[in-house]
Structures are given as C-alpha cells and as structure tokens.
C-alpha cells in the first residue's frame, strides 16, 4: 500500500485536510499490521482484539483466496471476470450468500488429497489461517494451559501439533491408523530421540492390538475398531471411592499380546468416580516395551493442577506418542474439532499424511476467531474463573448430598467431575422404608434413572446418573458389566455433575438449587406412591379376608 500517493490523492481529489488524512491513515496502517504480527510472532495475542479488526484480518485473509470473485461477489450476479476464471471441478463457489458470508469467503477447505496440511495454491488465505490457528493454540495451551518443557529437547507436550476437523474420536482413529502405517517402522521410541530398543518379533503388519485402560464411553472404543484394531479393554480397579488404573492388568496384557500390540490409549479427563490413569507410569512401561502410548486428554486442558502436571511429568520420565484434545471442551468452540498434538515432529507428520483428502476448514476457523476474541489474558481468565469455582462446587456439592443422607464420593485426583451418591433413592430395598419382604409393597417402582430424568425436565442438562444394578451393555460385542461407572461391580448408585471451563457461579448456584428441590420432589413421590400401595395391600388384605 503506498500511503504516501493515497495521502496525495485524498488531499487533491476530495480536499480532505491533510491531518484528517493522517489520522486515518494512521488508524488504517494499524488494522493492516495487526495480520503482520501474527504472521511474524505466530503467538496467540496476549490480549483480545475486536470483533470489527478480526473481521478485518478474516475478509484480507479471503481475499488471496483465488474464488474471492466468487464468494465475495453473489454467485446469482452478472459475472465479471476481474482476474481469475476457474474451469476446475471444484473452484471453491459457495452458492448461498449467506453460507459464504458465514465463512467469510474462504471456501477451499484446508489440505490437499495428500496431505491434510499442505498449502493449496488457490487458497493462500485459508492456508495462512490453517498455519495461524496450529500456532497459535499451540502457544495457548503451552503459556496458557501450561504445557511446558524445553522445545529443544523432545519432551515440551505441546511442541509439534496439528489441528483437525475431526470428533475427538475420530481424530484418534486417524493417530492409530498413522502410528501403524508410518511410526512403527521408524522405531519411534518415545518422547526423546533416542531408542529404548527395538522391536523383538514381530512386524508391522502383526501389530494389531491396542490395549486400552477402561473407561466407559462408546467413542475411544469405536475409534479404535474402525481403525482396523482389535481393541483390549484392560480392567480398572477401585481405590477407596476412586476408580483407577489397573497397572498390573496393563502389565500382564503387554506380556500376553506381546509384539502384537501397537499402542495402549490412557486417558487424563473422565468423569467421576473414574480418575485420571497413571500416564506417567504407562510411559514409563511403554517406553520399556516400545510401544506407543496415546493419551485421550479429550477436556483436560482445563485441569492445570492435576491432569497437566501429570502430562508434563509424563513426557520427562516415559514415553507419549501423541495427545488428542477437544477444541469443543477446551475452547467454547462449535463442535466438530480436535487437537492432537507431540513431542515428535515425526508423530504429527504421519497424521497430516494419512488424511484421505482435504477438509472442511469451517472448525479451525471457529477455532482461530475464538482465539483472537479471548485473547492469552482471556483464556487464562477463564481457566482462573474455573479454579477458583472448583473448591465451592465441590462443598455444595457434598451438602446437598447430606442434607438428603447422601455422601459425597472422594475422588481427589478428579477436579472436573464430581460425585453423590444416590443410595436412598435405590428403589429395590424400598428406601428408607426398609427391605421388600416379598410383597411388593416396600418396593419402590422410582430409581435413580428416574431422577436424571426429573433433573433434565428441569432443564438441568450435563449431569449423569448411574445405578448400582445398571446392568450389561454390549458393544460391538464386547460386554461392558456395570457400564457407567468404569468398573464392574461398583459399590453405589451415583450422580456426577462437572465444574467445567465457562461455568458461572449463577449458573453453578441455580443447579445446586434445582438439585435440592429434586431431592426433595423425588423423596415426597415415593413416599406417596409407597403409602399408596400399602393402603391398597390393606384393601386387598381384607377382601380375602386375612
């Protein structure tokens, strides 16, 4: 931009004064420098901008696109060329104006055929804001989040990443399915470069087992299995309230699948009573056994004080493939992204190459504004709102629970999810009206089940119930007893709610409200159903004359 001839031309043309025209030209060379400086620090800024100047950068960034012509102008126009004329199958025309507005313009996707990551030659624009989001959350999660280490020495978590518009789980599958097709033959053997040796029988081909540390949740599971794997879910154990990693199980399962195994998936975010796995010491095993370790860290992000210091511990002493985290969770972005990130440069490289095709850029954009509206100061406001909630949400949580002769469940290593139990509210032993004595009539038709039902109609969402006598679930064929909880045979009826990133403290307020209130409508139901039924027992007792 030549200011100088504009500065001209203004003055002569349209006998605006000359300070006027400094002063806007000021205003405008600063707009202008704002993409500069991305470009050039590649760093989350350390404050918010505005809406009006991530509009600005966001219309400059589509317009190096080469469909501008076409999404920029309605495609129900007159049509006149200005300098591109596309005769491709896909030149990036978006029909609707208002999907075209919705996306500022830029509607070539991310990626090639080859390479989810490479650069188009007709989208120079969306390839710039692809490259911005990757380093920028980056540089988020390393300075916000707290995912430190040297970023020379092969340990920093957060060192390489690439982000997907993919699901958590999906976004998983993709990571097995490149640590089986590029990593395995590398020899890759941890977070550092040197090797832990080598493979001590079988080849690539034979590695078809991943062992996964149990946790209840339908997604890692199916990721594994449509990625090709026979998936081996490793039981969990209890400890006190908690329950936790099973490390003999793991150990034993490596010894018995030996060089059949390819990775064991952990996983750091969960809800309660489950609790983060021990990454650092499935690092440690893995490193041991050269196998690859993944860590589904889906919302963890969050949790400063426990599940990232034990990814950074476990980066230092053991070996971590990959992390997966949700930008959905992390980020109060739109779901349908995901970021997988590594201390190997190697690792991300095989992800961006085993993508099939180019992609939908839609949620790294979503992902790039939200960025540059929070701001690094705006993050960590919201990581600081969360921790300072967190204590309260707990002992709220733990005197409704009393109040209702309920407990809270101890689970100290889990500070996102909590739980009460809901031993009262067992409809099998009739509650506090003492145990069915085969009649029926001490039996309550009312479980827990029924109470998440009784908090969602009170528009409480998020919240899980889960029952003692919860049954089977089969998935895929494998059978999953006591499918909730993590465990088999779990000792309590339970309810977990979570203190979550963007949580206020009035919406904290008013759930704990409702929540007693629900209490106290399910109690007085059942009270009066059981009454019920025994005064119809006496009706029935004496027609027959007893």
Request: aromatic share 6%; with cysteine.
């Amino acid at each position: 931009m030549d200011t100088h001839k504009l500065q001209e031309l203004l003055t002569s043309s349209l006998s605006i004064p000359t300070n006027h025209i400094t002063l806007g030209i000021t205003n405008l060379l600063h707009q202008s420098k704002l993409l500069s400086i991305l470009i050039q620090h590649k760093k989350i800024p350390n404050e918010p901008l505005s809406d009006l100047q991530i509009q600005s950068i966001l219309l400059t960034l589509s317009t190096l696109d080469t469909n501008r012509e076409y999404t920029l102008n309605n495609i129900h126009s007159t049509y006149n060329a200005e300098r591109w004329v596309g005769v491709g199958e896909r030149e990036g025309r978006i029909y609707s104006s208002l999907v075209s507005s919705r996306n500022y313009g830029l509607g070539h996707g991310m990626g090639r055929s080859g390479d989810i990551m490479e650069p188009q030659p007709k989208a120079v624009g969306s390839s710039i804001m692809v490259q911005l989001t990757k380093y920028m959350v980056l540089d988020c999660m390393r300075r916000g989040s707290g995912l430190k280490g040297d970023l020379d020495d092969g340990k920093c978590p957060a060192r390489h990443g690439i982000v997907l518009p993919l699901c958590t789980g999906m976004s998983m599958n993709l990571v097995l399915s490149s640590l089986k097709r590029k990593l395995s033959s590398e020899n890759v053997s941890g977070c550092g470069d040197g090797d832990s040796g080598g493979d001590s029988g079988g080849g690539i081909n034979d590695r078809n087992v991943v062992l996964w540390s149990r946790i209840d949740q339908k997604t890692c599971y199916k990721a594994v299995l449509s990625a090709g794997f026979v998936c081996v879910v490793v039981p969990t154990k209890v400890d006190g309230d908690m329950v936790v990693t099973d490390m003999e199980a793991i150990r034993y399962n490596l010894q018995k699948y030996k060089n059949r195994v390819l990775a064991v998936i952990s996983t750091t975010s969960c809800f309660a009573p489950r609790v983060p796995d021990d990454i650092d010491k499935i690092g440690k095993l893995c490193q041991i056994e050269n196998v690859a370790h993944v860590i589904n860290n889906a919302y963890g992000l969050q949790c400063q004080n426990v599940i990232v210091k034990l990814i950074n511990r476990a980066c230092v002493v053991g070996r971590v493939d990959a992390i997966v985290c949700s930008t959905d969770k992390n980020f109060l972005v739109p779901v349908g992204g995901a970021i997988v990130i590594s201390p190997r440069e190697a690792v991300i490289r095989a992800v961006s190459q085993v993508y099939a095709g180019r992609a939908s850029s839609a949620p790294i954009l979503d992902l790039f504004i939200t960025l540059l509206s929070m701001g690094l100061s705006g993050y960590k406001k919201l990581l600081q709102d969360r921790q300072e909630l967190v204590k309260e949400f707990e002992t709220r949580m733990q005197q409704v629970a009393n109040s209702h002769g309920e407990r809270l469940l101890y689970c100290p290593k889990n500070t996102i999810s909590f739980g009460i139990t809901l031993d009262r509210l067992n409809g099998g032993n009739g509650g506090d009206y003492g145990n069915d004595d085969g009649d029926g009539v001490t039996k309550s038709t009312m479980t827990p089940s029924l109470f998440g039902s009784m908090l969602f109609t009170r528009c409480v969402s998020g919240t899980r119930v889960i029952s003692k006598d919860g049954g089977t679930k089969i998935i895929e064929g494998q059978e999953f007893r006591g499918f909730g909880s993590s465990t088999n045979n779990y000792s309590h009826s339970y309810l977990t709610a979570a203190c979550a990133i963007g949580l206020t403290k009035d919406e904290m307020n008013e759930f704990f409200t409702r929540l007693d209130k629900c209490f106290k409508d399910f109690l007085a139901r059942r009270e009066k159903e059981l009454k019920k039924k025994k005064k119809k027992h006496v009706v029935v007792m004496k027609e027959e004359g007893q």
